[in-house]
Nanobody, 111 residues
Framework: QVRLVESGGGLVQAGGSLRLSCAAS????????MAWYRQAPGKQRELVAR???????NYADSVKGRFTISRENAKKIVYLQMNSLKPEDTAVYYC?????WGQGTQVTVSS
């Protein structure tokens, strides 16, 4: 059974940092591209960052220079390090791979 489980969300003040984790099971993680999406209230789900199996990354313009996606293949975990958080980063963050979504983790940034 394929499963993605996110953790690490929470409430943080503007300018603060959080690290999200996504633990995968039931997939061949090392060859799977992984991504983080987010969905704010009343808005469409949007791509935040993605990382390929060989470690290539790309980011939404709104998070470039502040967020970093990384992966640890031995542990089957993908991370999203979020620095210099802004209130507009408030959303539910979802892990995604191969048409599978995690349950999401809430990130709230207070001003």
């Amino acid at each position: 059974q394929v499963r993605l489980v996110e953790s690490g969300g929470g409430l943080v003040q503007a300018g603060g940092s959080l690290r999200l984790s996504c633990a995968a099971s039931g997939i061949v993680f090392a060859i799977s591209p992984m991504a983080w999406y987010r969905q704010a209230p009343g808005k469409q789900r949007e791509l935040v960052a993605r990382i390929t199996s060989d470690g290539s990354t790309n980011y939404a313009d709104s998070v470039k220079g502040r967020f970093t996606i990384s992966r640890e293949n031995a542990k089957k975990i993908v991370y999203l390090q979020m620095n210099s958080l802004k209130p507009e980063d408030t959303a539910v963050y979802y892990c995604y791979t191969n048409f599978i979504w995690g349950q999401g983790t809430q990130v709230t940034v207070s001003s």
